[in-house]
């Protein structure tokens, strides 16, 4: 039973950086895809910053070139480095991860991320 665990979050001034970080507990294997992605007003969640297996990312248009995922060398937690932070950037930041294609993918509870300007 997969469960993510996850970590940062806060209220910063523009400007600033963030680091959020998902940790997989209660499972043994790698993911096939993990990364943060951000609630919106229709309940329907946008992709930020996403990770495979193999170690490609996907970037959201708007946060390429500030933020940045990494992940450690077990590929079971995910860390993603936001710098430059806007106030558009507020918002609830939902951590994903799918171990395989046979399996339904995991969410977490998300964070709250709230920049002032």
């Known amino acids: 039973q997969v469960q993510l665990v996850e970590s940062g979050g806060g209220s910063v001034q523009a400007g600033e950086s963030l680091r959020l970080s998902c940790s997989v507990s209660g499972a043994d294997s790698s993911f096939i895809l993990m990364g943060w992605y951000r609630q919106k007003p229709d309940n329907g969640r946008d992709l930020v910053a996403s990770?495979?297996?193999?170690?490609?990312?996907n970037y959201a248009a708007g946060v390429k070139g500030r933020f940045t995922l990494s992940r450690d060398s077990a590929k079971k937690t995910i860390d993603l480095e936001m710098n430059s932070l806007q106030p558009e950037d507020t918002g609830t930041y939902i951590c994903f991860a799918r171990a395989s294609l046979s399996v339904d993918g995991t969410w977490g509870q998300g964070l709250q991320v709230t920049v002032s300007s």
């Open positions: 990770i495979t297996r193999n170690g490609f990312t």
